[in-house]
């Protein structure tokens, strides 16, 4: 397979301006575009001032695995506008299939450590939404009440495309719609977040140890969950 060559730095300066609506990155003074080429107008400074600082930051090639936040925010404006439906489809899929959902043998010190880190936040979700999921002891697949599918499907639905986009990133990037929402409404923090989505790993690597290469899975989905949350606070 061949690779991705990564483009030149065409551009020396990078600005943000205010316009009609918000604020505009702009390269040597041309507006920044989304890769489907449209318009970037960025409602908040900050969120501006971070995709301008991850621009500026690009040395000689850009590297678009570099810029999470321009990166979230094309997605926003490209693909979750646009397809929302499906987005919000798609992201409760995970809810289905919730990774808290789903424990090791009741008698195991790893289910017991799941009963610990994981059950506050499906009680969590059960306070703050009224969805309440039911647990499972093993990967076969359980069927979750419409009525708590129901609820979490008008919770992402009422969320503005951008917040929506953070979500569903996170639900994909650790399994769980119930830690993404907890992470998008300040339940927990990142490295919680991150520490949870990734607790049966940890566990395994803690009794038997681990690869490199599971290391730095470990470590690439760490980042893909902070660079979400830190865009999330960035649109906030």
């Known amino acids: 397979m061949n690779s991705v060559v990564p483009a030149k ?5 990078v600005t943000v301006d205010q316009v009609d609506g918000g604020w505009q990155v702009a390269l040597d003074g041309r507006a920044l575009k989304t890769p489907a080429r449209s318009p970037l107008t960025i409602a908040s400074r900050k969120l501006a001032d971070a995709v301008a600082a991850e ?3 690009q040395v000689d090639k850009i590297r678009p695995e570099t810029m999470p936040v321009f990166r979230l925010l094309a997605t926003g404006i490209d693909r979750v506008g646009p397809r929302r439906d499906e987005v919000i489809a798609a992201s409760l ?3 289905e299939t919730d990774l808290l959902c789903y424990r090791a043998d009741r008698q195991s010190d790893l289910a017991e450590l799941q ?3 994981w059950q506050p936040l499906l009680d969590w979700a059960r306070d703050e939404y009224g969805a309440e ?3 499972t002891a093993g ?4 069927s979750q009440p419409a009525s708590a599918l129901s609820t979490l499907c008008g919770v992402i639905a009422g969320l503005e495309a951008l917040t929506l986009t953070g979500v569903s990133a996170l639900a994909g990037a650790m399994g769980s719609l119930v830690l993404a929402l907890a992470l998008a409404r300040g339940r927990i923090d990142a490295d919680e977040a991150g520490q949870l989505a990734l607790l049966d790993e940890i566990f395994q690597a803690g009794r038997w140890g681990e690869d490199e290469e599971a290391r730095a899975n470990r470590a690439r989905t760490l980042a893909d969950i902070a660079d979400t949350a830190r865009f ?3 649109i906030d």
């Open 139 to 142: 990967l076969i697949p359980i």
């Open 9 to 13: 730095r065409f551009y020396k300066s």
């Open 115 to 117: 009963q610990a880190r």
């Open 133 to 135: 999921l039911r647990v």
């Open 93 to 95: 899929k995970f809810a």
């Open 232 to 234: 999330l606070k960035l």
């Open 55 to 57: 621009w500026d930051g």
